[in-house]
């Protein structure tokens, strides 16, 4: 039938494999050594409650039967079998299998809806994050497709978990492709699906990503290193939302909406023919580019704070962090982005274990980093430049981005510039600079 076959002897050998690797169906007798083929049907079930499960005995009777499929079993069937009843095995094998992984995805789409991406989980009040918010405000309950782009750990994924639990597709499934991380010759199978024989260990028919995302949407990370030859088939599928899985003839129709995502600068791969332009005009119809966390400082000290809340969940003992700390972080230009201040705060409190995190916890490469900025310094032109007036702007601009680190507390600002405060105060109301009105 041309299906991967484990056996097992008993049904202790039968818990232990089903415990060790995914198995979409269990053939069992009802006579066995040991456990019977009812309670191992009953224990499967405990153990993974989606897994269906054929009952076969010789001793057949209609008390078995019953007692069988109480017990949570797919169906009942007795011996001998003639060539009759191995075609009635085989589309109950299809039909088990199927309902397998419908209630997987059932299921799978349940905890999605119970950790759902709404906008209180994007973290941040910077001007350059909530013109992103604006647009996923706008666009999140359309049909459009929509090319995320930004550095890697900006949070993309996190946008366009947004975008779909924001939107009418909200109750169907969200399936997600790195289309990075898996090898050009199984990819094309990974999105589209492949027949039984299509290729070498295809064993049986599977679908594929956009097949499951059937009625939901489907995010594609990393777009920019699809090779050519997969381009080409994606634009069919942008174009008129269908393919043909591998080894098939026959189309395929989805109504998937489509988010795709890339830290690469497509525009530029085009110039390079890495990238098929036609096909980024296609993807390109809604841009939303997340800003680097180096232009959004306002927002590192709420970061700093969820994450270390989300590690105390549950803790008897907090940990906390120093406002110097704060401060020295906040001066930091973080080139992983939101995923490098994640895993630095989580690595720091599990370290702390319990109390302040201080500067000296810190990582020396941060400290390095901060203590040892560096100056672009404005180039003299052939005409001269009016040297106190450039000057004057240089300090002038330096003492606003230290207000604004700070949200305008001078203390704090005075001690990033390494001034004294009434410094700080003379040098402001020569300069005048105030603090915004709120």
Known sequence: MGLAVSMARDASEALALVSGQPVDLVLCDVRMPGINGIELVRQLKDLE?????????????????????????????????????????????????????????????????????????VVGTSAALRRVLDTVEKVADTESTVLITGESGTGKELIARALHFNSRRADRMFVTVNCGAIPEELLESELFGHMRGAFTNAFAHREGRFSLANGGSIFLDEIGDMS??????????????????????????VNVRVIAATNQNLEQAIRERRFREDLFYRLNVIPIEMPPLRERSDDVPLLIHHFLERVNHGKAKAVGITAQAVDQLCAYDWPGNVRELEN????????????????????????DRVSEPSFAAPRVPASGLPFNEVVDRFEADLIRQALEHTHWNKNRAAQLLGLNRTTLLEKMKKKGLDAPET
């Open 49 to 121: 409650p989606d897994i269906p499960c054929i009952v076969i005995t010789g001793y057949g009777s209609p008390e078995h039967s019953v007692e069988a499929l109480r017990a949570g079993a797919f169906w009942y069937l007795e011996k001998p079998f003639d060539q009759d009843h191995l075609d009635v095995v085989r589309r109950l094998v299809e039909q088990a299998i199927e309902h397998g992984r419908l209630k997987a995805e059932n299921r799978l789409l349940q905890n999605q809806l119970r950790s759902r991406y709404r906008f209180e989980n």
């Open 228 to 253: 050519s030859n997969l381009q080409v088939k994606m634009l069919r599928v942008l174009q008129d939302r269908t393919f043909e899985p591998v080894g098939s003839s026959k189309t395929v129709r």
């Open 344 to 367: 630095l705060m989580e690595r720091l409190a599990i370290l702390r274990g319990e109390g302040q995190i201080s500067v000296e916890d810190l990582p020396r490469s941060i400290r």
